[in-house]
T-cell receptor, first 123, second 113 residues
């Protein structure tokens, strides 16, 4: 089945530094990837939708200059947290949609796969 | 009112019990309903997917959707310790259900041996 690999799984950095998180689709091509953020005991909040070859679409309230998203190929999207601060500490999860498969009422869910997540701690 | 409401629990049951997890929602445009299981420090894993109203069964899991009441449920029969995880409901109005999923907060379930 479709596998999404996310790296690193855990990262600790100093305040003011930038951190890059990679999301790769291992055995399929992903035209669309989604980046989520999850705080403890909270639901996943969609941050942005990343489309291959075009600019990401950010959700309201998400700073695009803070969270840089690049989807340069059909198998890789990256999220860069720039000038990270302690309040950026969170669990970041990507998901990918399989290219070329049009979801149906029964198979729609088959085309969205989540990565294992990346836990960012900013000191 | 939040778009999706889910009781965070925690919920603790003995092995073999029937577990009922629920979510309510306010957006009548939602048509695609999903349940995800998330183990600690891991990404969500799809369990069940339902389009529109009705029931869907897969092994020990049954998903129910009542669009008239804006209420969805996940039932787990013969619960096992390996079912211990956080269960997230998710829903979408978009075609195919993969766009802009709106998640509940998740219910933490512990199944005690």
């Amino acid at each position: 089945g479709a596998v999404v690999s996310q790296h690193p799984s855990r990262v600790i950095c100093k305040s003011g530094t930038s951190v890059k998180i990679e999301c790769r689709s291992l055995d399929f091509q992903a035209t669309t990837m989604f980046w989520y953020r999850q705080f403890p005991k909270q639901s996943l909040m969609l941050m942005a939708t990343s489309n291959e070859g075009s600019k990401a679409t950010y959700e309201q309230g998400v700073e695009k200059d803070k969270f840089l998203i690049n989807h340069a190929s059909l198998t890789l999207s990256t999220l860069t947290v720039t000038s990270a601060h302690p309040e950026d500490s969170s669990f970041y999860i990507c998901s990918a949609r399989v290219a070329g498969i049009r979801p149906t009422s029964d198979s729609g869910a088959n085309v969205l796969t989540f990565g294992a997540g990346s836990r960012l701690t900013v000191l | 009112q939040k778009e999706v409401e889910q009781d965070p629990g925690p919920l603790s049951v003995p092995e073999g019990a029937i577990v009922s997890l629920n979510c309510t929602y306010s957006n009548s445009a939602f048509q695609y309903f999903m349940w995800y299981r998330q183990y600690s420090r891991k990404g969500p894993e799809l369990l069940m997917y339902t389009y529109s109203s009705g029931n869907k069964e897969d092994g020990r899991f049954t998903a129910q959707v009542d669009k008239s009441s804006k209420y969805i449920s996940l039932f787990i029969r013969d619960s096992q310790p390996s079912d211990s995880a956080t269960y997230l409901c998710a829903m979408s109005a978009g075609e195919g259900g993969s766009e802009k999923l709106v998640f509940g907060k998740g219910t933490k379930l512990t199944v005690n041996p």
